[in-house]
């Protein structure tokens, strides 16, 4: 993962590069570091341990001026997160410096192949084998620096975008990338190089995204050239930056968390706007207008995904096989990607990723595209990798989000599945007239029922302190609401480190069951639906097991609300489309656990929002 950027031109470099990282924090932030070269031709590199902030702080009072610099905001692969394995990178020369996203994968034999040739290494990464590389190579012959990178990077196994300062062209900045996103902002004789697309703007009016094994030599003069391996000069399309790209603040809120959490009724009307027609009883995607014959003869929808994704996308498949009658599936990207799997021309592969960056849905895109399926992207981030990589698809339109934790966009995935799933099955004709009108109904009432759930949030704060002992929770739903315990159980997980699992609430019985004793709090989805009298049924066998049950019922509940120790009301809804209201409450709980637990609950341990690696 790790986010990089550069900076060369008029201006001051770090300023520019700080604030790139901050934005840029998402994909990672266990430590950070940048390269300054001053107009002495000297080099300054500054590294910390923990977050830009830190970094920030560390800068005070040092040499920071320079016109050239590259940054560095980490998420640790290789080596532990400290200030000597952040990034810049220097080469023991002192020439080059380095700063890398993605994982060298045999950097061991290289590393044992250059301390036979007397380098000494100080870190535990990968990028530092990567720059001492690019030093050995470059003190072996009068190669420029392009050449020196082709060498270099076509011994390379494995993902990198680099931004490389060479302390004989002070006045040059490199970078090259295969397999992790790079984007070059085009300023007045300036570049901002970066992992996306958030550090360029508001400093250049021009983008072009360098391509797989290419490399760019940008010159303080403001000429660009970018070549590949083999040495063949490489245009790509320079397209203009959005204008919209605004900085996204907390708003009042204490967390992005808890702002996005509350944004969800705006950002589904968002997500749905154009789309559902309320007065005309309609629901369009463009990208099934576009490609309707494709998708109308696909005899098998294969959605791949990972995390919250994959929990929208196990939504999404039951979507799918109940409006559409067409057989779908629901596989981990990073399973799938080495299985094997049987794909054919008639597949329809959806990929699901807010950031459009995840390296396994990324890699699981390209192996389907190889296999000629038709690839369908549902992505939150424009103009990301996965959106760039696929043949059609529809943007779930949620705005950005900044907390680790997915929450909105899981509610924007599950949302335009639905109307994917409508809209098809409206051309296939395997959906009924009432149905498919209650449907739109329903989906255009959903965001004034999330408000009503969010109403709830005070009384979740108070639930939640009764719950900062447990070291375990279940989480139990059935059919639609099996995914949406899947995703409560995740979310609680990864901000407040209490371990929680997810089951089907019938399958409690074939072992999880023994885990309930009166210190095990049962999180369980009852609203009314079909399986309403089973799930009734699985309460009960908790409550004689004595499990404290927090039930998610539906408004006017009696016979779940007599026997649960708490409850938490929720407006009703059709079946498929309770998971967007179940999924607020199950959010906020997690969400007051953690703040509850004192964490990080933004940028929890471990964690980065983007996983650009495998
Ligand atoms: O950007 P993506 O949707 O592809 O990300 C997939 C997962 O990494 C992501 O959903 C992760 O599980 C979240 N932290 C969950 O809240």
Not at 21 to 47: F, T
Not at 201 to 226: P, Q
Request: overall charge negative.
């Amino acid at each position: 993962m790790c986010g990089i950027t550069g900076y060369l031109g008029g201006r001051e470099a770090c300023p520019i590069l700080i604030d790139g990282l901050r934005q840029l924090e998402y994909r990672g932030y266990d430590s950070a570091g940048i390269a300054l070269v001053n107009e002495c031709g000297e080099l300054h590199v500054y590294k910390e341990k923990g977050k830009v902030q830190d970094l920030e702080a560390g800068l005070a009072g040092k040499n920071i001026s320079g016109h050239l610099g590259i940054a560095h905001t980490r998420w640790a692969t290789h080596g532990e997160p400290s200030a000597v394995n952040a990034h810049p990178h220097v080469s023991s020369s002192g020439r080059f410096a380095i700063v890398h996203n993605g994982i060298i994968e045999n950097y061991a034999v290289i590393r044992r192949n250059l301390e036979k040739k007397g380098y000494a290494f100080k870190s535990s990464t990968d990028t530092e084998v990567l720059v001492q590389l690019i030093d050995y190579v470059a003190s072996c012959s009068d190669s420029d620096t392009v050449a020196v990178l082709q060498e270099v990077l076509d011994e390379i196994v494995g993902a990198y975008a680099i931004a490389l300062i060479d302390m004989k062209y002070p006045d040059r900045l490199f970078a090259a990338r295969k397999s992790s996103p790079l984007a070059v902002g085009i300023g007045d004789d300036e570049f901002i190089v970066a992992s996306d697309i958030s550090p360029i703007a508001g400093n250049a009016d021009k983008v072009m995204y360098l391509g797989d094994e290419e490399i760019a030599e940008m010159h303080r003069d403001g000429s660009l050239h970018i070549v590949n391996l083999s040495n063949a000069e490489c245009r790509h399309e320079i397209l203009a930056v959005p204008k919209n790209l605004g900085r996204t603040r907390k708003d009042g809120f204490d967390h992005f968390m808890l702002k996005e959490i509350f944004e969800q009724p705006s950002s589904l009307t968002d997500c749905m706007r154009g789309r559902v027609d309320v007065v005309g009883k309609t629901v369009t995607l463009s990208a099934v207008r576009e490609h309707k014959d494709r998708l109308l003869a696909a005899e098998r929808f294969i959605i791949v995904a990972c995390g919250t994704s994959w929990h929208a996308g196990l939504i999404g498949k039951q979507m799918i096989e109940n409006f559409c009658r067409i057989p779908a599936e629901t596989v981990y990207a990073s399973e799938f990607r080495y299985s094997n799997p049987v794909i054919r021309s008639s597949d329809v592969v959806i990929a699901i990723s807010q950031s459009g960056e995840t390296a396994d849905t990324l890699a699981a895109v390209e192996l389907a595209r190889s296999k000629g399926a038709f690839i369908y992207g549902i992505c939150n981030a424009v103009g990301s990798s996965i959106p760039r990589a696929t043949d059609t698809g529809s943007y779930i339109h949620v705005g950005p989000e900044i907390g680790v934790a997915s929450t909105k966009a899981f509610t924007g995935q599950v949302t335009v599945l639905a109307m994917l799933a409508l809209d098809i099955a409206r051309e296939k004709n395997t959906i009924d007239d009432r149905t498919y009108a209650g449907m739109i109904e329903e989906l255009a009432s959903i965001p004034e029922k999330m408000r009503v759930v969010l109403r709830t949030n005070d009384s979740i704060a108070s639930l939640a302190k009764m719950f900062t002992y447990a070291k375990n929770f279940i989480y139990l739903g059935r059919g639609y609401s099996y995914p949406a315990a899947l995703e409560g159980a995740l979310k609680l997980k990864e901000i407040s480190y209490i371990h929680a699992e997810g089951y089907p609430a019938a399958e409690m019985k074939h072992g999880p069951i023994a885990l309930i004793d009166e210190e095990m709090p049962v999180v369980i989805i009852a609203t009314h639906n079909a399986l309403y009298e089973k799930i009734l049924s699985n309460v009960q066998e908790i409550k004689a097991r004595k499990g404290r049950v927090i039930a998610i019922v539906s408004e006017g509940d009696t016979a779940i609300s007599d026997i649960a120790d708490t409850v938490i009301e929720i407006p009703e809804t059709i079946e498929c489309l309770d998971p967007l209201l179940v999924s607020v409450p199950l959010q906020l709980l997690a969400y007051h656990i953690a703040v509850c637990k004192g964490k990080d609950v933004d940028r929890p341990r471990n964690l980065a929002k983007s996983v650009t690696v495998e």
